[in-house]
C-alpha cells in the first residue's frame, strides 16, 4: 500500500492491521511523523511533532501487540492534540498565543493520559485559534502559526478555533485528533474541512489539563473521518475523573447495537435549515434529507425564540474574563495576532454579575423547555454551517453576516447536547459543506448512530483532498 | 448612546475594576467591546424576549428547592 493510502484508512481498519501483524505502530508512526513534518506547515497546522514521544509509545505498542497484550482499538493509533492540553516531558503547550510559546507542564491533561492508557500514540501538537478564541477574533489570522489553511482549497481557513486537527485529518497527517468546543470549535473545523467530528455533552470527557476559557461550556471530543471513529475514540477519553468535578459518573460506552425504538429514527428539521444564500449548501442537505428518509420519520420544527447567542456569549465572556484576568496586568494585548478584537480582555473585566447570573438563571430555564421540546425526536438535523470555509482574507463578520454561528449550535453548547458534524456534499470553491445531528442529554450513542447509518449510503467521508501526498 | 458616553461608561467601569484610570489605546480598543458586551447583556438587564414572554417571572424570585440559580 502506498504511503498516501495508509494515510487515509480508517481507526478501525489501521487498527485490525495492527492487531494481526499485517502493519507494524512503528512504521504507522514513521509514516505520520513524516507527513507531519512535510505536510504540516503547508496548512500551518502543526505546533509540535512530538517525534521522540511518539517513536517510544510506537515501540511499546509494538512490544505489547507482539505479546498479544492488546489494550483495545486506540492500540498504536497515532494522532494530534490540539495546543490547549497539556503534554508532560518538556512539550510546549502554546495555547496558539505568542507570548506562551515556551509554556512547558509537568503532568499531562486527562485526555492524554487516557489516550496513553489505550495504547495510542502521541504524533502532533496542533495548532488551534489563539486562546481557543476566547477573547474574539474576525479573520483567520487569529494564531501565532498563522492562519489555519484548508486541504481543500488553500485559499480558504480550515476553521477555528481547532483549525489544526481539521486540517490534519483532512489532509491524512494523523488518523484523529482531539479538538474542544466552547461555541463550535469542533463542529465549525470539522464541517469547512469535511471530516467527522463529535462534540460529546457536556461532563463526557475531564477536562483537566486544558486550556480553561469557560468552565461550565468547554467540551473536548474526537475529531476523526467517520461517525464510527469518533465513537472509538469518545470511548477511550471519556468517565469521571475525581480531580474535575464536571465530569458524568459513567464512562462512554459504544452501543452498537444502537437502533430507532420504532424501526425508524425520529429526526426535526429546522423549518428555515435550507435559508442559505449558496445553493450548494441548500442541495447537499435536500439530498441528504432524501437518504435519512431511508431510516427516518423528518418532521419539521421551529427552534423555540430565546436569546440564545446572548446567554451563550455573556457566560462564555464572563468566564473568560475570570480565566484570562492577568492578560492586561501582563501587557499582552498588543501581542494578539487577532488585533481586531483586542480590547475584548479589558472590556471582559467590566461584565456586571447581575448579567452573569441572569444568563446563568435563564440557561436553567432552557434546559427544562427545550429538553421538553426535544424529547419527541433522537435529534436535529440542519447543515452544519450555512457557509463554506471562508476564504483567508475574510472578515467573518461581513462573509458569515448572521450565519456564523446557526441558533440550534449556540443552544446545543449552551445547554451541553451532543452533537456530531459528517460532510454530506461540495459547494463553492470545492470546499466540503457538511450535516448535523444535535441529540438529546446522553445520548452520543444515537448520534453517532444516525451519522453511521448517514456514512453507510454515501463516500463523502472517504473522499481525500487533492495534493495532499 | 453616543460614542463619547461609551468612552466614559467604559473608562468608568475599567477604572472601578482596576483601581486607576487607563487612558490611550488600551482604552480605545476596550470602548467599543464594551458596548458590544453591553448590547448582549440586554436581556438580562431587562428581561424580554423576542416572542414577547418574560424569561423570568415578574415575581421576586424563590429557590427551586434543587440547586443553583
Same mark, same amino acid.
Given at each position: 500500500?502506498?504511503?498516501?493510502?495508509?494515510?487515509?484508512?480508517?481507526?478501525?481498519?489501521?487498527?485490525?492491521?495492527?492487531?494481526?501483524?499485517?502493519?507494524?505502530?512503528?512504521?504507522?508512526?514513521?509514516?505520520?511523523?513524516?507527513?507531519?513534518?512535510?505536510?504540516?506547515?503547508?496548512?500551518?497546522?502543526?505546533?509540535?511533532?512530538?517525534?521522540?514521544?511518539?517513536?517510544?509509545?510506537?515501540?511499546?505498542?509494538?512490544?505489547?501487540?507482539?505479546?498479544?497484550?492488546?489494550?483495545?482499538?486506540?492500540?498504536?493509533?497515532?494522532?494530534?492534540?490540539?495546543?490547549?492540553?497539556?503534554?508532560?516531558?518538556?512539550?510546549?503547550?502554546?495555547?496558539?498565543?505568542?507570548?506562551?510559546?515556551?509554556?512547558?507542564?509537568?503532568?499531562?491533561?486527562?485526555?492524554?493520559?487516557?489516550?496513553?492508557?489505550?495504547?495510542?500514540?502521541?504524533?502532533?501538537?496542533?495548532? &488551534?485559534?489563539?486562546?481557543?478564541?476566547?477573547?474574539?477574533?474576525?479573520?483567520?489570522?487569529?494564531?501565532?502559526?498563522?492562519?489555519?489553511?484548508?486541504?481543500?482549497?488553500?485559499?480558504?481557513?480550515?476553521?477555528?478555533?481547532?483549525?489544526?486537527?481539521?486540517?490534519?485529518?483532512?489532509?491524512?497527517?494523523?488518523?484523529? %485528533?482531539?479538538?474542544?468546543?466552547? @461555541?463550535?470549535?469542533?463542529?465549525?473545523?470539522?464541517?469547512?474541512?469535511?471530516?467527522?467530528?463529535?462534540?460529546?455533552?457536556?461532563?463526557?470527557?475531564?477536562?483537566?489539563?486544558? &486550556?480553561?476559557?469557560?468552565?461550565?461550556?468547554?467540551?473536548?471530543?474526537? &475529531?476523526?473521518?467517520?461517525?464510527?471513529?469518533?465513537?472509538?475514540?469518545?470511548?477511550?477519553?471519556?468517565?469521571?475523573?475525581?480531580?474535575?468535578?464536571?465530569?458524568?459518573?459513567?464512562?462512554?460506552?459504544?452501543?452498537?447495537?444502537?437502533?430507532?425504538?420504532?424501526?425508524?429514527?425520529?429526526? %426535526?428539521?429546522?423549518?428555515?435549515?435550507?435559508?442559505?444564500?449558496?445553493?450548494?449548501?441548500?442541495?447537499?442537505?435536500?439530498?441528504?434529507?432524501?437518504?435519512?428518509?431511508?431510516?427516518?420519520?423528518?418532521?419539521?420544527?421551529?427552534?423555540?425564540?430565546?436569546?440564545?447567542?446572548?446567554?451563550?456569549?455573556?457566560?462564555?465572556?464572563?468566564?473568560?474574563?475570570?480565566?484570562?484576568?492577568?492578560?492586561?496586568?501582563?501587557?499582552?494585548?498588543?501581542?494578539?495576532?487577532?488585533?481586531?478584537?483586542?480590547? &475584548?480582555?479589558?472590556?471582559?473585566?467590566?461584565?456586571?454579575?447581575?448579567?452573569?447570573?441572569?444568563?446563568?438563571?435563564?440557561?436553567?430555564?432552557?434546559?427544562?423547555?427545550?429538553?421538553?421540546?426535544?424529547?419527541?425526536?433522537?435529534?436535529?438535523?440542519?447543515?452544519?454551517?450555512?457557509?463554506?470555509?471562508?476564504?483567508?482574507?475574510?472578515?467573518?463578520?461581513?462573509?458569515?453576516?448572521?450565519?456564523?454561528?446557526?441558533?440550534?449550535?449556540?443552544?446545543?453548547?449552551?445547554?451541553?447536547?451532543?452533537?456530531?458534524?459528517?460532510? @454530506?456534499?461540495?459547494?463553492?470553491?470545492?470546499?466540503?459543506?457538511?450535516?448535523?445531528?444535535?441529540?438529546?442529554?446522553?445520548?452520543?450513542?444515537?448520534?453517532?448512530?444516525?451519522?453511521?447509518?448517514?456514512?453507510?449510503?454515501?463516500?463523502?467521508?472517504?473522499?481525500?483532498?487533492?495534493?495532499?501526498? | 448612546?453616543?460614542?463619547?458616553?461609551?468612552?466614559?461608561?467604559?473608562?468608568?467601569?475599567?477604572?472601578?475594576?482596576?483601581?486607576?484610570?487607563?487612558?490611550?489605546?488600551?482604552?480605545?480598543?476596550?470602548?467599543?467591546?464594551?458596548?458590544?458586551?453591553?448590547?448582549?447583556?440586554?436581556?438580562?438587564?431587562?428581561?424580554?424576549?423576542?416572542?414577547?414572554?418574560?424569561?423570568?417571572?415578574?415575581?421576586?424570585?424563590?429557590?427551586?428547592?434543587?440547586?443553583?440559580?
Amino acid at each position: 500500500m502506498t504511503e498516501q493510502g495508509l494515510a487515509f484508512l480508517s481507526i478501525g481498519e489501521l487498527g485490525r492491521r495492527l492487531r494481526t501483524g499485517e502493519l507494524s505502530p512503528l512504521v504507522l508512526a514513521e509514516n505520520c511523523l513524516e507527513r507531519l513534518e512535510r505536510l504540516g506547515p503547508r496548512y500551518n497546522a502543526v505546533v509540535t511533532v512530538t517525534r521522540e514521544r511518539a517513536l517510544a509509545q510506537a515501540g511499546r505498542a509494538a512490544e505489547e501487540l507482539a505479546a498479544g497484550r492488546e489494550r483495545g482499538p486506540l492500540h498504536g493509533i497515532p494522532y494530534g492534540a490540539k495546543d490547549l492540553l497539556a503534554t508532560s516531558g518538556g512539550i510546549p503547550t502554546t495555547w496558539g498565543f505568542a507570548p506562551l510559546q515556551d509554556q512547558k507542564f509537568d503532568e499531562d491533561a486527562a485526555v492524554i493520559e487516557k489516550l496513553e492508557a489505550a495504547g495510542a500514540v502521541l504524533a502532533a501538537k496542533l495548532s &488551534m485559534v489563539e486562546l481557543a478564541g476566547g477573547l474574539g477574533y474576525d479573520q483567520p489570522n487569529a494564531a501565532f502559526t498563522g492562519p489555519g489553511i484548508n486541504p481543500w482549497n488553500e485559499c480558504a481557513w480550515s476553521g477555528g478555533s481547532s483549525c489544526g486537527p481539521g486540517a490534519a485529518v483532512a489532509a491524512g497527517l494523523v488518523p484523529f %485528533a482531539i479538538g474542544t468546543e466552547t @461555541n463550535g470549535s469542533i463542529t465549525s473545523p470539522s464541517a469547512m474541512c469535511g471530516i467527522s467530528g463529535l462534540r460529546p455533552g457536556f461532563g463526557r470527557v475531564s477536562r483537566r489539563g486544558a &486550556m480553561a476559557l469557560s468552565w461550565t461550556l468547554d467540551k473536548i471530543g474526537p &475529531m476523526t473521518r467517520s461517525a464510527r471513529d469518533c465513537g472509538l475514540v469518545l470511548e477511550a477519553i471519556s468517565g469521571a475523573d475525581p480531580e474535575e468535578a464536571s465530569t458524568l459518573p459513567d464512562p462512554f460506552r459504544i452501543d452498537t447495537a444502537a437502533s430507532p425504538p420504532g424501526g425508524k429514527w425520529r429526526l %426535526a428539521v429546522l423549518h428555515d435549515a435550507t435559508e442559505t444564500d449558496q445553493p450548494e449548501v441548500r442541495e447537499n442537505f435536500l439530498a441528504a434529507l432524501d437518504l435519512l428518509r431511508e431510516v427516518a420519520e423528518i418532521e419539521q420544527v421551529e427552534l423555540p425564540p430565546h436569546p440564545y447567542t446572548e446567554t451563550a456569549l455573556t457566560i462564555m465572556y464572563a468566564e473568560a474574563g475570570a480565566a484570562f484576568a492577568e492578560f492586561w496586568e501582563r501587557g499582552w494585548a498588543g501581542q494578539l495576532a487577532a488585533q481586531e478584537t483586542r480590547g &475584548m480582555a479589558l472590556a471582559t473585566q467590566t461584565i456586571p454579575a447581575v448579567e452573569y447570573i441572569n444568563a446563568l438563571r435563564l440557561r436553567q430555564r432552557l434546559h427544562r423547555e427545550l429538553g421538553r421540546w426535544l424529547a419527541p425526536y433522537d435529534a436535529v438535523v440542519t447543515p452544519t454551517l450555512k457557509k463554506v470555509a471562508p476564504g483567508l482574507e475574510e472578515r467573518f463578520s461581513s462573509y458569515f453576516g448572521a450565519y456564523r454561528r446557526l441558533p440550534i449550535t449556540v443552544a446545543g453548547n449552551l445547554l451541553g447536547w451532543p452533537c456530531i458534524t459528517v460532510p @454530506n456534499g461540495f459547494g463553492e470553491r470545492g470546499l466540503p459543506t457538511a450535516i448535523q445531528f444535535v441529540g438529546r442529554p446522553l445520548s452520543e450513542n444515537t448520534v453517532l448512530a444516525i451519522a453511521a447509518s448517514f456514512q453507510q449510503r454515501t463516500d463523502w467521508h472517504l473522499r481525500q483532498p487533492p495534493d495532499c501526498g | 448612546m453616543a460614542e463619547d458616553e461609551w468612552s466614559v461608561l467604559a473608562g468608568a467601569r475599567l477604572e472601578l475594576r482596576f483601581g486607576k484610570p487607563l487612558q490611550g489605546q488600551e482604552l480605545e480598543a476596550a470602548v467599543e467591546r464594551v458596548q458590544f458586551l453591553h448590547e448582549l447583556g440586554e436581556p438580562f438587564r431587562r428581561p424580554g424576549l423576542p416572542n414577547g414572554e418574560m424569561p423570568f417571572s415578574n415575581r421576586l424570585p424563590t429557590h427551586s428547592g434543587r440547586g443553583r440559580p
